[in-house]
T-cell receptor
Framework: AQSVSQHNHHVILSEAASLELGCNYSYGGTVNLFWYVQYPGQHLQLLLKYFSGDPLVKGIKGFEAEFIKSKFSFNLRKPSVQWSDTAEYFC???????????FGTGTRLQVFP | DVKVTQSSRYLVKRTGEKVFLECVQD?????MFWYRQDPGLGLRLIYFSYDVKMKEKGDIPEGYSVSREKKERFSLILESASTNQTSMYLC?????????????FGQGTRLTVV
């Protein structure tokens, strides 16, 4: 069965620390890949996406992610987090032949000043 | 600037009631989804639809059904609500195809079944 794994369930960082959130998926075919973010009390919004081309993609608010096809991974990174990055982050692959968006269990990030 | 609208932000229903959650999108997207979001479990797909009157079961369809009579509207139905269906329900829509696309989400409906 298709699945997506987010290794970190809860991450606690101080401001200015670097962030890397892991995401691995099990689907072997071609996929679009997304990271969504949910700030407290708000709806899900797109952070960044990959569908083809350069495997290093940049998103909003200084986030970036790298697609490594051989590792079935799409890890999210930010060099220096801010308190306002406190949120829940979801990785979501979408296999091309299903158009079905599958979500990981999410990673809760807390950033302390 | 509203793109995906869910009819209710909060609902409280009694066990055994039939519950309708409505979702409307204004982007002419083919694909629409219903998820439920629970702490520690992420978003789990209940049902999705890729065209009018077309539907497919997701990972957790038991106890739910859906209706899509018009392209812009996708309804989730709890035939007989139970307390284990207390959750946050999220609707999403996305343009079909493998190109540059993204899903848009509604604000969510927090359903409490008592």
């Amino acid at each position: 069965a298709q699945s997506v794994s987010q290794h970190n369930h809860h991450v606690i960082l101080s401001e200015a620390a670097s962030l890397e959130l892991g995401c691995n998926y099990s689907y072997g075919g071609t996929v679009n890949l997304f990271w969504y973010v949910q700030y407290p009390g708000q709806h899900l919004q797109l952070l960044l996406k990959y569908f083809s081309g350069d495997p290093l993609v940049k998103g909003i608010k200084g986030f970036e992610a790298e697609f490594i096809k051989s590792k079935f991974s799409f890890n999210l990174r930010k060099p220096s987090v801010q308190w306002s990055d406190t949120a829940e982050y979801f990785c979501a692959p979408m296999p091309h032949n299903t158009d079905k968006l599958i979500f990981g269990t999410g990673t809760r990030l807390q950033v302390f000043p | 600037d509203v793109k995906v609208t869910q009819s209710s932000r909060y609902l409280v229903k009694r066990t055994g009631e039939k519950v309708f959650l409505e979702c409307v999108q204004d982007m002419d997207h083919e694909n629409m989804f219903w998820y439920r979001q629970d702490p520690g479990l992420g978003l789990r797909l209940i049902y999705f639809s890729y065209d009018v009157k077309m539907k497919e079961k997701g990972d957790i369809p038991e106890g739910y059904s859906v209706s899509r009579e018009k392209k812009e509207r996708f309804s989730l139905i709890l035939e007989s609500a139970s307390t284990n269906q207390t959750s946050m329900y999220l609707c999403a829509s996305i343009q079909a195809g493998s190109g540059d696309t993204e899903a848009f989400f509604g604000q969510g409906t927090r359903l409490t079944v008592v």
